[in-house]
């Protein structure tokens, strides 16, 4: 009795996390600017660009919201000595994990240090011809 009891807990846990990840994925816009994805990717950037910038950065959390083929981006961070650091911005495009466009700006303690059109190795694509 406890075999399938243990049998069907298993069964259960597997088709929820089958349902989750269905769900999950049907939820990414057809424009590719997926919540979660760009607010992953802007961190990440983000947190490289204020890097090479000097900034050394002890922590850098980003928030998105998505809506019309644009997703508002909202960081927040300290640095090593405690200074506050804010991305804020717009995303109206993001290729892979390696690039985000649209309008960024980083300041820390209040003063600006980036403000770009575009985050990480953005390459143009071409259409390929038929």
Do not use: Y
Not at 23 to 42: M, R, W
Not at 56 to 61: C, E, F, G, I
Not at 95 to 115: I, K, M, N, S, Y
């Amino acid at each position: 009795m406890v075999r399938n009891g243990k049998i069907w807990a298993v069964t259960a846990l597997t088709a929820t996390t089958a349902a989750l990840l269905v769900g999950a994925s049907g939820c990414d816009p057809a424009d590719g600017l997926a919540e979660s994805s760009v607010s992953v990717t802007t961190d990440q950037l983000a947190t490289r660009a204020l890097k090479n910038d000097h900034v050394k950065v002890q922590w850098l959390s980003c928030g998105a919201s998505t809506g019309d083929r644009r997703a508002t981006v909202d960081c927040l961070g300290r640095t090593d000595d405690q200074r506050k650091i804010t991305v804020k911005g717009t995303v109206t495009e993001q290729q892979d994990d390696t690039c985000v466009r649209g309008r960024l700006t980083a300041e820390v303690a209040g003063r600006t240090v980036f403000d770009v059109s575009g985050l990480g190795r953005c390459v143009h694509r071409t259409a390929t011809p038929s």
